[in-house]
């Protein structure tokens, strides 16, 4: 299994929502930040959001902030990406990854990314 499964990802409409889950296997979540990055077809990877350990503080990028809504559920060893408002810009493969031992602006201080879910909004 991979240590880290992202799902959820799909098509839909500018406008629409989607909820994206991260799934973490052979460890615990709750001992780490959850990260959120994206990379679209081209462009260089880009933090989305952050979320600290135990239900600490949240981070958004500025692209995404009164938009998207991250939390986690350390019982059920998973973290999830609320989306809203979606734009067509917000197309990309989205990734979750851990922060250790918290959340960072830079993809360097995090692990490795999972295998990513595709987000597509598109008319």
């Known amino acids: 299994q991979a240590q880290l499964v992202e799902s959820g990802g799909g098509l839909v409409q500018p406008g629409g929502s989607l909820l994206l889950s991260c799934t973490a296997n052979g460890f615990a979540l709750r001992d780490y930040a959850i990260g959120w990055f994206r990379q679209a077809p081209g462009k260089e990877p880009e933090f989305v959001s952050c979320?600290?350990?135990?239900?600490?503080?949240?981070y958004y990028a500025d692209s995404v902030k009164g938009r998207f809504t991250i939390s986690r559920d350390d019982a059920q060893n998973m973290g999830y990406l609320r989306m809203d408002s979606l734009k067509v810009d917000d197309t990309a493969v989205y990734y979750c990854t851990t922060g250790d031992p918290d959340c960072s602006w830079y993809a360097d201080q995090f692990g490795p990314w999972g295998q990513g879910t595709q987000v597509t909004v598109s008319t």
């Open positions: 979320i600290r350990r135990s239900y600490g503080g949240a």
